[in-house]
């Protein structure tokens, strides 16, 4: 398998600008999770999706992020409009919920997004 | 609110010795995990504790869970360059939703 995909892997926008960042879970895993690190918040937990549905958005920091999870094998995290103080690494994992899998997230290999 | 806590935040160590790592959480949890994330990476998985008592090994890293004192210990034996990294643990909620709240994570240097 391929790991959990990520695209793009670096954004450089202006502020106001859309943003959308994607996601390809590991096949078969039925958890998705997004996350934003930055130096001064450390790695949070923004939203997450089992079986496609939002479970828990408690994290989204505003009404300007949103994300979506069409279906099984994709993803996305849209910031509109963007603005600088979003500029930080995302990063997608996923999980499969199976007896022996220990729950164990995989993390795909993150975006860094810089918003000017 | 489940809380995780990791110290030390940053740790300089020679080549050669020991030290550990702490995370202490606040609530309940059936599950913690390691992970390892090297400089402009993403994160990589090193260790699942799923019980009390329990002890993972990997080369010189020994993972341990201690569910009475919600504590995770990770020592480092013998450190060699290769294992600066920064180290987060992560705890499972149980409240139903599943969850990860990760620790605010060591930054290791060992120096040569």
């Known amino acids: 398998d391929a790991g959990v995909i990520q695209s793009p892997r670096h954004e450089v926008t202006e502020m106001g600008q859309e943003v959308t960042l994607r996601c390809k879970p590991i096949?078969?895993?039925?958890?998705l999770f997004w996350y934003r690190q930055t130096m001064m918040r450390g790695l949070e937990l923004l939203i997450y999706?089992?079986?496609?549905?939002?479970?828990?958005d408690s994290g989204m920091p505003e009404d300007r992020f949103s994300a979506k999870m069409p279906n099984a094998s994709f993803s996305t995290l849209k910031i509109q409009p963007s603005e600088p103080r979003d500029s930080a690494v995302y990063f997608c994992?996923?999980?499969?919920?199976?007896?022996?899998?220990?729950?164990?997230?995989?993390f795909g290999p993150g975006t860094r997004l810089t918003v000017l | 609110e489940l809380k995780v806590e990791q110290n030390p935040l940053f740790l300089s160590m020679q080549e050669g010795k020991n030290y550990t790592i702490y995370c202490n959480y606040s609530?309940?949890?059936?599950?913690l995990y390691w992970y390892r994330q090297d400089p402009g990476k993403s994160l990589e998985s090193l260790f699942v504790?799923?019980?009390?008592?329990a002890v993972k090994q990997e080369g010189r890293l020994m993972a341990s869970l201690d569910t009475k004192a919600r504590l995770s210990t990770l020592h480092i034996t013998a450190a060699v360059h290769d294992l600066s990294a920064t180290y987060f643990c992560?705890?499972?909620?149980?409240?139903?939703?599943?969850?990860?709240?990760f620790g605010t994570g060591t930054r290791l240097k060992v120096l040569a």
């Open positions: 504790l799923l019980s009390n008592g």
């Open positions: 994992a996923s999980r499969n919920r199976g007896t022996y899998s220990y729950n164990e997230q995989f």
């Open positions: 999706f089992n079986n496609n549905v939002p479970i828990d």
């Open positions: 096949s078969g895993h039925d958890y």
């Open positions: 609530t309940t949890s059936d599950r």
């Open positions: 992560a705890v499972g909620t149980t409240s139903g939703t599943y969850k990860y709240i």
